[in-house]
């Protein structure tokens, strides 16, 4: 089993910065990559970005792309959302997942407990 953690979120306001962390323990060496998701009130959890656990190969969901950069710390097991520009339409619940390579909720093993994020206009 694979355990994480998100501690962080807040309210920002709009144009600010806000970094989330997640940190992984447990079975970490199943893990292939790992992901943020999103879920607003009302809707679906969908796709943030994604990191592949060995190499940093990232993927980005258009709607954060160049605003957000995903990345690790492989010797503490632990993976960032850096989050700059931020928008109102970006508050969210923000979920870490760690598992396989994809942009679907299916494709990851492991969730964290999730984390707040609002932007104020």
């Known amino acids: 089993q694979v355990q994480l953690v998100e501690p962080g979120g807040g309210l920002v306001q709009a144009g600010g910065s806000l970094r989330l962390s997640c940190a992984a323990s447990?079975?970490?060496?199943?893990?292939?990559?790992m992901g943020w998701f999103r879920q607003a009130p009302g809707k679906e959890r969908d796709f943030v970005a994604r990191i592949n656990w060995n190499v940093g190969i990232t993927y980005y969901a258009d709607s954060v792309k160049g605003r957000f950069t995903i990345s690790r710390d492989n010797a503490k097991n632990t993976v960032y959302l850096q989050m700059n520009s931020l928008k109102p339409e970006d508050t969210a619940v923000y979920y870490c997942?760690?598992?396989?390579?994809?942009?679907?909720?299916?494709?990851?093993?492991?969730w964290g407990q999730g984390t707040q994020v609002t932007v104020s206009s």
């Open positions: 447990g079975r970490t060496f199943s893990i292939k990559a």
């Open positions: 997942a760690g598992g396989g390579w994809g942009t679907e909720t299916r494709d990851y093993d492991y």
